[in-house]
């Protein structure tokens, strides 16, 4: 431990200043000894019923607490902005950046000495990590956990049925009626996402990047060992303080190595991405759009879950949770890397076990040899694309088609279904302007729905082309994040429908049949088209957000400002 707890300069105050610090914390019923010197241990609770998938959160701040009590601690819980991925309009990842500011702002100025954060629904992870890293205390995080697997006519459905059932009521397979019963059998426990979506992801990312007790990423909310990991956190967290772990003691370059090489053998949601870039600058780490290409290329597919693969998160927990996946990539981790606990990610892993290797399979005989995400170059995305192969169907990753293009998303609503849409399973969609300064705050539309007309064909992918996201839980042969966006101006931003467009996912190529001279041409009549916001945040949000493939945070919260504060307050 330090010689001086950080809360102590608050809390071991003599005086009008020590008097003011202690005594309004005393009308929560808190003995004096409890400022004496004790680690004070913030738990960051992104709780809220606007946030259903973490809305069992004040709970397991409890568990939280008892830990942090029985190992010596001061348990104070704050809440932060809470980002609900089904609720808030137009999209959370607007607010990632603004939920981060506040993690990072109520962590620097309250008296911690380190801090817990709760962390579930897909934006409410990166949010707090990127926070807590600009401040770089003693850091540890709890994930809620996943929902339990949801249950309709029989068979095993999550989020990634959303987008089947969207096409079968589309297509007249499904009926509303059908809908609605399937609408009360999916979400039928607290928890997040039960499928490899984002949230899922995040938690896996966590883990790998030893920010979490080993086995963190997929204890079911439900499930009562979610407590006992909550709880055994807080004892950890005190002795974390104690021996002055701080975040950057983890957040090592082999550490985001690790996180990229492990969201391949899952087949992590392409958010992934853009969060991880974010967190990496937030600390200080070098890290480029590359290297999630280069990292991942020859990891296997181990991990069979949806929307890649077969099962749920549940099923990932019974087979052996991440510490299975983990043990298996042995060869492939950067085995040295400590997280947490003080122990590496190979000692931590090394004695896991695999109950179902149909769910976790072996590098050597893995779920599909594609994994990882693929980042595309060329005259379409000169600051790249992304894919993610394993989502995506095989005799589409070579193609060459006419673009069908949609100028933003009111474009794309307004005709995607008209009869006389000139369009065929050859065509390339293309949505503009839905990027993190045109839309802005960069949705997760990227999967557009297929033309009603050709679903009615029975057509099921199509290669779609956007500056967007893509919901971890979606799927096709979606191409993402193509930067820069057509906001600013770029090729991207004239493309036009009849343009011919190749893709080339083996040799990373995503190009625009177009000469150089037409495309100038095409440049000098562009104009912007995206509303441009003149107060408040999103104002702010527009004049600052970065491209997705520098991790879309604000340019002036890359890197940190420590943990020091400059002044007392009385
Ligand atoms: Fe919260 Fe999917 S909606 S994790």
């Known amino acids: 431990m330090k010689d001086k707890l950080r809360s102590q300069g608050w809390f071991g105050k003599t005086g009008k200043d020590g008097f003011i610090y202690r005594a309004w914390m005393k009308n929560q019923g808190i003995p004096d000894y409890e400022f004496r010197g004790k680690p004070v241990i913030g738990i960051c609770n992104t709780w809220s019923e606007f946030t259903p998938c973490?809305?069992?959160f004040r709970e397991l701040a409890e568990s939280v607490k008892r830990g942090i009590s029985e190992a010596g601690g001061f348990p104070v819980e704050f809440p932060v902005m809470s980002l609900g991925e089904t609720l808030i309009k137009p999209t959370a990842m607007l607010y990632r950046n603004l939920a981060s500011m506040d993690v990072e702002e109520s962590i620097r100025a309250n008296p911690m000495d380190g801090v817990v954060l709760l962390c579930g629904c897909d934006k409410t992870t990166p949010s707090l990590v990127m926070g807590a890293c600009s401040v770089n205390l003693p850091t540890l995080v709890v994930s809620g956990g996943p929902m339990l697997t949801g249950k309709y006519e029989g068979r095993d459905i999550s989020t990634s049925d959303v987008w089947r059932?969207?096409?079968?009521?589309?297509?007249?397979?499904?009926?509303?009626?059908e809908l609605t019963v399937a609408e009360e059998c999916m979400c039928?426990?607290?928890?997040?996402?039960?499928?490899?979506?984002?949230?899922?992801t995040m938690?896996?990312?966590?883990?790998?990047?030893?920010?979490?007790l080993p086995g963190n990423a997929a204890i079911p909310a439900a499930d009562s060992r979610r407590k006992v990991l909550?709880?055994?956190?807080?004892?950890?967290?005190?002795?974390?303080?104690?021996?002055?772990?701080?975040l950057s003691d983890v957040l090592s370059r082999k550490a985001f190595e690790n996180a990229i090489i492990t969201n391949a053998a899952i087949g992590g949601s392409t958010n992934f991405i853009i969060h991880l870039l974010a967190i990496a600058r937030r600390i200080g780490v070098e890290l480029k759009l590359e290297d999630f290409d280069k990292l991942s290329s020859n990891v296997p597919l181990i991990a069979n879950l949806q929307p890649s693969g077969k099962y749920f998160m549940e099923d990932l927990y019974y087979a052996g949770g991440l510490p299975a996946v983990l043990k298996e990539l042995d060869a492939f981790l950067r085995g040295d890397a400590v997280t947490v606990n003080g122990k590496t990610i190979r000692e931590n892993n090394a004695q896991a076990s695999?109950?179902?290797?149909?769910?976790?399979?072996?590098?050597?005989?893995?779920?599909?040899?594609?994994?990882?995400?693929?980042?595309?170059?060329?005259?379409?995305?000169?600051?790249?694309?992304?894919?993610?192969?394993?989502?995506?169907s095989a005799h589409l990753m070579k193609h060459a088609g006419k673009a069908i293009v949609f100028e933003d998303i009111d474009d794309y609503k307004a005709r995607i279904d008209l009869p006389e849409l000139d369009v065929d399973e050859h065509s390339i969609l293309v949505l503009k302007n839905v990027g993190p300064i045109g839309y802005p705050g960069m949705p997760e539309v990227g999967n557009m729905a297929l033309p009603k007309k050709l679903l009615a064909k029975g057509i099921t992918d199509m290669i779609r082309i956007s500056d967007g996201r893509m919901s971890g839980t979606g799927f096709g042969t979606v191409i993402l994040h193509a930067s820069p966006e057509a906001a600013l101006g770029g090729n991207f931003a004239v493309v036009k429908t009849g343009d011919v467009i190749h893709l080339d996912v083996g040799n990373r190529m995503l190009t625009l049949d177009v000469s150089v001279a037409e495309l100038e041409q095409r440049k000098k009549n562009w104009k912007p088209i995206h509303k441009k916001y003149d107060r408040g945040y999103v104002m702010l949000y527009q004049q600052h957000v970065q491209?997705?493939?520098?991790?879309a945070d604000m340019d002036f919260l890359n890197g940190g400002s420590g943990s020091e504060v400059s002044r007392d307050s009385h």
């Open 547 to 551: 491209q997705a493939s520098e991790g």
């Open 354 to 392: 695999c109950y179902n290797r149909d769910v976790v399979a072996t590098t050597a005989k893995p779920f599909n040899s594609l994994s990882g995400v693929a980042i595309l170059k060329g005259n379409l995305c000169e600051n790249g694309a992304v894919i993610k192969p394993s989502a995506a």
């Open 188 to 200: 039928r426990s607290r928890g997040h996402c039960a499928v490899m979506g984002t949230a899922s």
């Open 203 to 212: 938690a896996c990312m966590v883990e790998s990047l030893g920010l979490s």
């Open 54 to 56: 973490n809305a069992h």
């Open 165 to 177: 059932f969207n096409d079968a009521v589309r297509s007249g397979e499904m009926s509303q009626q």
């Open 230 to 246: 909550a709880q055994l956190s807080g004892i950890r967290i005190v002795e974390m303080v104690k021996e002055n772990m701080r």
